[in-house]
């Protein structure tokens, strides 16, 4: 199993909220100077950055997601969470949490999960 797992529903109905969960099995998620991103691919498209949540707590969204994504942490259970409200089918995708040094920089990747949103 890899340093960073996703969990969450593989299928989501339209207007729902999407909710996945990446548990971080290698190092705490409030080490300096760590950003824990959440990256999404649609299908027969390229790599999306959706947002991340810093080491620090603090967050940063893409502007074309911002209105619809929300990403929290468990410092606990060494988990971050991502929430994605009023879902589509275009937001069917593979979806990624990663880490790295910055909010756009992904050093480790998991290994990705299928959403769909569909009815």
């Known amino acids: 199993q890899g340093q960073l797992q996703e969990s969450g529903p593989g299928l989501v109905k339209p207007s729902q909220t999407l909710s996945l969960t990446c548990t971080v099995s290698?190092?705490?998620?409030?080490?300096?100077?760590?950003?824990w991103s959440w990256i999404r691919q649609p299908p027969g498209k390229g790599l999306e950055w959706m947002g991340a949540?810093?080491?620090?707590?603090?967050?940063y969204y893409s502007p074309s997601l911002k209105s619809r994504t929300s990403i929290s942490r468990d410092t606990s259970k060494n988990q971050f969470t991502l929430q994605l409200s009023s879902v589509t089918p275009e937001d069917t995708a593979v979806y990624y949490c990663?880490?790295?040094?910055?909010?756009?920089?992904?050093?480790?990747w998991g290994q990705g999960t299928q959403v769909t949103v569909s009815s």
């Open positions: 990663a880490r790295g040094p910055s909010p756009s920089d992904f050093g480790s």
């Open positions: 290698d190092g705490s998620i409030t080490t300096n100077y760590y950003y």
């Open positions: 949540i810093a080491y620090s707590g603090s967050n």
